[in-house]
């Protein structure tokens, strides 16, 4: 579930909101910039040579985020910057094989809430290594009755960003020293709204763990470090609070900074969202 979010923000803003700083944002965007030149020139070179914008480009205002792109995402942790990390937890004693088959197959995209404190790798990271996914929207698709599916894209009435919780963890290739910061989203139990959309798949009935204001502060705090305080802040966010519309399909091909990829299309099918 959830293989695409959505932040339109550009990094101030996120770093406005959160009170960070945008030292190591800025530091990684010129790396990546610096890719994407090296990628373009390539593909001048050789028009066989396909380049996703997806793989190099840490944009100011990215619009789409596919999970199964391996993006680099804006993420805020306890640190007083912003970070840069990977979607897709490498957890750090993961081996180089492993570590490759986990971005092969998707693995640790997704943590369910329930299994925080038991399922590894989550029960060593809950304690101290949480953090935040900024997003001002989200996708998610709907199953409907002739098998198709039809995205909705969903959002909060009175917040332009908002957080979703999460894991990260620090994993060092021992064969070549590279650090690489990744993270995992946790997931809830979908409210009443959500479960009308997200009704198929190999988990349904499944939404983003979205932070109220005061869970953000919370969340981020060290202090809190036993099952019981977490376990509070595991709250299912209430479906009043939130809107959602269906997108166009294929929504996620061509350019990223297109903001008609959130604009209205006709309902296949009534919801009554």
Sequence with gaps: MCFFTSLSANAAAVAKKYGKQLDIIEAARQILAEQEQEERARQEAGPE????????RL?????????????????VSGSDKLQVMQWGLIPRMTKPED??????????????AETLFEKWPWRMLWQHNRCIIPVTGFFEPHRLPNGKAQYYYTTLK????????????????PQTGEKVLSFVLITTDANAMMRKIHNGGSNPFRMPKILTSEQERLWLDPTIASKEAVTDLLTVYPEEEMTAWPVRQ?????DPFDEGIIEPVAEQQNLGL
Excluded: M
């Excluded at 040579?49 to 190099?56: A, E, L, Q, R």
């Excluded at 985020?65 to 993420?75: F, K, T």
């Design 250 to 254: 294929k929504f996620n091909y061509g």
């Design 99 to 112: 570590a490759e088959r986990y971005n092969r197959e998707n693995l640790f995209k997704n943590a369910r």
């Design 158 to 173: 009175d917040q332009e960003i908002f957080s979703i919780a999460g894991l990260w963890d620090e994993w060092t290739n």
């Design 49 to 56: 040579h396909k380049v996703s914008v997806y793989d190099i």
């Design 59 to 75: 944009a100011e205002d990215i619009y789409v985020i596919p999970a199964y792109a391996e993006p680099q995402c804006v993420i």
